[in-house]
C-alpha cells in the first residue's frame, strides 16, 4: 500500500500532496492501534480528541510524520495533528526512505515519527542518512519510532541508529502527543515492555551474535514471520500489515525457502528458538 507520497510544508488540508491526510476526526482512518484511531489498553480517548489535556498548553512541536502507509499518517494526522489543542504542528510526511530524507532535510522538524519498517531500506537507514541533522547542537532533528514491531531486533536497531525512543501503535493519543513533546525536550521515550530490551543490550558489552539466516530475510519477511510464529492467519497478516492475502503468502514461501524449513509449525519453533515471538 505504498503511496509513494511525499508532502512538505505547512498542516496538511489542501487539495494535491497527500490527498485527505489533514482529515476530519478520522472517520475511516486507520490510526495508530486500528481502524478509526487510537485505540490502545486503557484508552478513554475518542478519535478527533487527543488534545493531552491542559499538558498541551504553550507547547509546540513541528513534527513530520514517516510510514509507508497512507491510511495510518491520515489517522495520525487526523489525532496529534490539531494544532490549536494538541500544540503538535505537522509539517511533512513520507512513505519511504528518500522521501523522508528530503522531506526531514527541507523542514527541519523537531521530531519526526518514523516506522522501523519502509521501503528503501527501513527507518535504520532514514537515521544513518539523517545523522548529521540529529548530531545539530542548535537545531537537532530527533526521531521517535512509531512501529506495529515488538521486536527485540528492531527496538535496538533503531535506538542504536540514534533514535530517542520507541512506542508501539497500540499507543494512545494523549500519550503520543506527550512523547512528541517528550523527545522533543531530548527524553527517553519507550512503551513499557521495549525499554527492557534496550536496557539489556546496552548492559552487554559484547555484540550480539550474527544470525545469518535471519540476516537473509528482509524486514517486511521478518514482520510476517513473527505474526505468523505468534499464530496469526494469513487474513489477520494481511489485514495487520495493510498488504494482500496472496502478498501474505509469496512472504511466507519466500521465508519457509529461504529457512529451508517445511511448514508454519517449522516456523513457529524456529522463530521461537531466536526469541522472536
Given at each position: 500500500?505504498?503511496?509513494?507520497?511525499?508532502?512538505?510544508?505547512?498542516?496538511?488540508?489542501?487539495?494535491?500532496?497527500?490527498?485527505?491526510?489533514?482529515?476530519?476526526?478520522?472517520?475511516?482512518?486507520?490510526?495508530?492501534?486500528?481502524?478509526?484511531?487510537?485505540?490502545?489498553?486503557?484508552?478513554?480517548?475518542?478519535?478527533?480528541?487527543?488534545?493531552g489535556g491542559a499538558e498541551s498548553a504553550g507547547r509546540h512541536a513541528r513534527v513530520v510524520l514517516v510510514d509507508d502507509h497512507r491510511m495510518f499518517r491520515t489517522g495520525v494526522q487526523a489525532e496529534i495533528g490539531q494544532t490549536e489543542t494538541t500544540g503538535v504542528e505537522v509539517v511533512g510526511e513520507a512513505a519511504d526512505v528518500d522521501q523522508a530524507v528530503t522531506v526531514i532535510t527541507a523542514t527541519r522538524p523537531e521530531v519526526v515519527l518514523l516506522d522501523v519498517h519502509l521501503p528503501g531500506g527501513g527507518g535504520v537507514e532514514v537515521l544513518r542518512r539523517c545523522a548529521p541533522l540529529m548530531a545539530d547542537q542548535q537545531q537537532p532533528v530527533r526521531f521517535l519510532a512509531l512501529s506495529v514491531s515488538d521486536a527485540a531486533e528492531d527496538v535496538i536497531g533503531v535506538i542504536r541508529g540514534g533514535a530517542r525512543g520507541y512506542v508501539t501503535k497500540t499507543i494512545t493519543g494523549t500519550d503520543l502527543i506527550n512523547a512528541v513533546f517528550r523527545v522533543k525536550e531530548g527524553d527517553a521515550v519507550f512503551s513499557p515492555r521495549l525499554a527492557g530490551f534496550v536496557l539489556d543490550a546496552f548492559a552487554s558489552t559484547d555484540a550480539p551474535p550474527v544470525d545469518e539466516d535471519l540476516d537473509r530475510l528482509t524486514q517486511r519477511e521478518r514482520e510476517v514471520l513473527r505474526l505468523i510464529a505468534r499464530g496469526y492467519a494469513y487474513k489477520e497478516i494481511a489485514k495487520q500489515l495493510f498488504i494482500s492475502v496472496k502478498t501474505v503468502e509469496s512472504h511466507v514461501s519466500a521465508v519457509l525457502r529461504k529457512l529451508q524449513l517445511s511448514n508454519r509449525h517449522e516456523l513457529t519453533r524456529w522463530a521461537t528458538a531466536r526469541r522472536l515471538v
Amino acid at each position: 500500500m505504498n503511496d509513494g507520497t511525499q508532502h512538505t510544508g505547512g498542516r496538511t488540508g489542501g487539495t494535491g500532496g497527500t490527498a485527505g491526510a489533514r482529515g476530519t476526526g478520522g472517520a475511516g482512518a486507520a490510526g495508530v492501534g486500528g481502524a478509526g484511531g487510537f485505540s490502545g489498553p486503557g484508552d478513554t480517548t475518542g478519535p478527533g480528541d487527543a488534545t493531552g489535556g491542559a499538558e498541551s498548553a504553550g507547547r509546540h512541536a513541528r513534527v513530520v510524520l514517516v510510514d509507508d502507509h497512507r491510511m495510518f499518517r491520515t489517522g495520525v494526522q487526523a489525532e496529534i495533528g490539531q494544532t490549536e489543542t494538541t500544540g503538535v504542528e505537522v509539517v511533512g510526511e513520507a512513505a519511504d526512505v528518500d522521501q523522508a530524507v528530503t522531506v526531514i532535510t527541507a523542514t527541519r522538524p523537531e521530531v519526526v515519527l518514523l516506522d522501523v519498517h519502509l521501503p528503501g531500506g527501513g527507518g535504520v537507514e532514514v537515521l544513518r542518512r539523517c545523522a548529521p541533522l540529529m548530531a545539530d547542537q542548535q537545531q537537532p532533528v530527533r526521531f521517535l519510532a512509531l512501529s506495529v514491531s515488538d521486536a527485540a531486533e528492531d527496538v535496538i536497531g533503531v535506538i542504536r541508529g540514534g533514535a530517542r525512543g520507541y512506542v508501539t501503535k497500540t499507543i494512545t493519543g494523549t500519550d503520543l502527543i506527550n512523547a512528541v513533546f517528550r523527545v522533543k525536550e531530548g527524553d527517553a521515550v519507550f512503551s513499557p515492555r521495549l525499554a527492557g530490551f534496550v536496557l539489556d543490550a546496552f548492559a552487554s558489552t559484547d555484540a550480539p551474535p550474527v544470525d545469518e539466516d535471519l540476516d537473509r530475510l528482509t524486514q517486511r519477511e521478518r514482520e510476517v514471520l513473527r505474526l505468523i510464529a505468534r499464530g496469526y492467519a494469513y487474513k489477520e497478516i494481511a489485514k495487520q500489515l495493510f498488504i494482500s492475502v496472496k502478498t501474505v503468502e509469496s512472504h511466507v514461501s519466500a521465508v519457509l525457502r529461504k529457512l529451508q524449513l517445511s511448514n508454519r509449525h517449522e516456523l513457529t519453533r524456529w522463530a521461537t528458538a531466536r526469541r522472536l515471538v
